[in-house]
Nanobody, 122 residues
C-alpha cells in the first residue's frame, strides 16, 4: 500500500509562490492528484498528472497559476503555486492511484497523505 507524505506548505503573502511535494513510499507513485480542503469546506480537487506526466489537468480556479509535475526517479509529484491568493488557503493533500475522466478525478480512498498547510495572508 502506498504511503504519501506532503510537504512544502507555509505562510506566504498574496502574489507569492510555494512549491509543494508529494513523495511516496511502499509503491511506485501512480497517477496522482492534488486536493485542498479549507476550514469548513469540502475537499476540492485541484490538479492531476498521469503516471508518465504526459497528461495534466487543472480546475479553473488554479489554471494558469499552478503547475503540477513529477519526477518518477524520486517517486515524487510537485505542485508549483504562483500568484497565490487568500482563497488558496487550505490544507493541501495528494492522492495516488485514482483516475480522471471528463474533468472529474476519482480518488483511491485509502491513498491520502496527511496534508500540508498553505496560508496566504498579508
Amino acid at each position: 500500500q502506498v504511503q504519501l507524505v506532503e510537504s512544502g506548505g507555509g505562510l506566504v503573502q498574496p502574489g507569492g509562490s510555494l512549491r509543494l511535494s508529494c513523495t511516496a513510499s511502499g509503491s511506485t507513485l501512480s497517477p496522482t492528484a492534488w486536493y485542498r480542503q479549507a476550514p469548513g469546506k469540502e475537499r476540492e480537487f485541484v490538479a492531476y498528472i498521469a503516471r508518465t506526466g504526459a497528461s495534466v489537468y487543472y480546475v479553473d480556479s488554479v489554471r494558469g497559476r499552478f503547475t503540477i509535475s513529477r519526477d518518477n526517479a524520486k517517486n515524487a509529484v510537485y505542485l508549483q503555486m504562483n500568484n497565490l491568493k487568500p482563497e488558496d488557503t487550505a490544507v493541501y493533500l495528494c492522492n495516488a492511484g485514482g483516475y480522471l475522466t471528463r474533468g472529474i478525478y476519482y480518488p483511491v480512498e485509502d491513498a491520502w497523505g496527511q496534508g500540508t498547510q498553505v496560508t496566504v495572508s498579508a
